[in-house]
């Protein structure tokens, strides 16, 4: 695994804007790295497939444990919420995708789980999209690159679409970010394309009527797929209401999700399978023996509010907004580094299974949503 470079060229934001990606940069920064890429291999691409199916695999065993053993206090979930957590579980409410995070450390092969993005995981459309277009423009030869996630998005929603609830699947995220639209009309689109009929709408548009949700016609929302965290709603005005919606709306991702993409789960999955080859120790309270270890508070996006420490001394650390709700404490990984910065690989998986993946690019040691995104190809 290394980075190569290409020339840069002149006209590469035009480009990009052509198939509709207007975040690449970031108050004139580049977001989107288009000059250099990573070239895997063949045998590392697999490692990676295994790994991502093997952890859905044992993710889906851990919220099996924490429903059935009544864990909810080390995810700080509201009591109101747990009837609707596990009806969703039990009901067998389905999950279109999640993406791991992983550390690669070259120099002994080994691949381990930072944390798994379960509820509203970021830079799908690079993934699936962006950097597909320009593996294209760049190596119009046959060059390969992991990743099937338009087809796989496709064939998820084929598949749900028998069991989805009403006529309509609504999509919804917040006005003010280009992002998180993005990413939402790209969902939107692989959804139309396996002949689902959609509508959009705002989450602050969504409405509450005679015990039910409705849109902006007054029609009842039965299924609806949120770009917006569980964690979120669920303390807002409105959130109470998913326990007295008459129709229980169907929610993608379903609210059983809340316990995966809460990093409570990280100490949970270390104590079901201890010193697994793609864990990193994880802890409720600080260990006394582990001297490098990394601080995260429960429910941090994007980095923030982390505290990375080396022989027990803080060595850097983000700011933020949380922490209120407790922390995990993980085992310092080793992070595949470059000249260019440190990177993480991120994992996806969609319909059960593993189908791309994308780096993320940082200065420091910690991914932030500052850090680049860059595309990759596998070497034959």
Not at 36 to 64: F, G, Q, R, S
Not at 154 to 179: A, D, N
């Amino acid at each position: 695994m290394k980075i190569q470079n290409l020339r840069k060229e002149a006209n590469w934001q035009e480009r990009l804007e052509s198939i509709g990606f207007g975040y690449h940069s970031i108050d004139n920064v580049p977001f989107w790295v288009d000059d250099y890429y990573y070239e895997i291999t063949n045998k590392e691409a697999d490692l990676i497939y295994k790994a991502t199916n093997e952890l859905w695999e044992m993710c889906l065993e851990a919220v099996e444990y924490v429903i059935k053993h009544k864990q909810y206090a080390h995810f700080r979930i509201p009591p109101y919420m747990i009837g609707h957590i596990e009806r969703s579980w039990e009901n067998d409410e389905p999950s279109i995708y999640g993406r791991f995070d992983f550390a690669y450390d070259e120099e002994h092969q080994e691949l381990k789980m930072l944390e798994f993005n379960a509820d509203t995981p970021t830079s799908l459309f690079e993934t699936g999209i962006v950097q597909w277009h320009w593996k294209k423009h760049y190596f119009p030869e046959l060059v390969d690159q992991f990743n099937s996630i338009h087809e796989q998005l496709i064939q998820s929603w084929t598949t749900l679409k028998p069991y989805l609830k009403g006529e309509t699947l609504h999509f919804s995220c917040v006005k003010e970010s280009l992002e998180d639209l993005t990413n939402l009309e790209y969902l939107r689109d692989t959804a139309i394309q396996a002949g689902i009929q959609t509508k959009l709408i705002y989450i602050d548009e969504i409405g509450w009527a005679d015990s039910q949700f409705v849109d902006l016609e007054g029609e009842p929302i039965q299924s609806i797929f949120k770009l917006y965290p569980w964690e979120w709603m669920v303390r807002e005005e409105f959130g109470k209401n998913i326990c007295l919606d008459i129709h229980q709306a169907q929610w993608i991702e379903p609210s059983w999700k809340m316990l995966l993409s809460n990093k409570a789960i990280l100490p949970i999955l270390w104590e079901l399978f201890p010193n697994h080859p793609h864990l990193l120790a994880a802890y409720f309270e600080e260990p006394e023996y582990l001297q490098h270890f990394v601080k995260k508070p429960l429910l941090s996006r994007e980095g923030a509010n982390v505290e990375m420490y080396y022989d027990k001394e803080m060595i850097y650390a983000t700011e933020g907004e949380y922490g209120h709700e407790g922390y995990v404490y993980q085992e310092l990984a080793t992070l595949h580094r470059e000249e260019t910065g440190f990177s993480i690989i991120g994992s996806w998986v969609i319909g059960q299974e593993s189908c791309g993946i994308s780096f993320r690019e940082s200065d420091m040691p910690i991914t932030t949503d500052k850090s680049r995104f860059i595309p990759h190809v596998i070497k034959y």
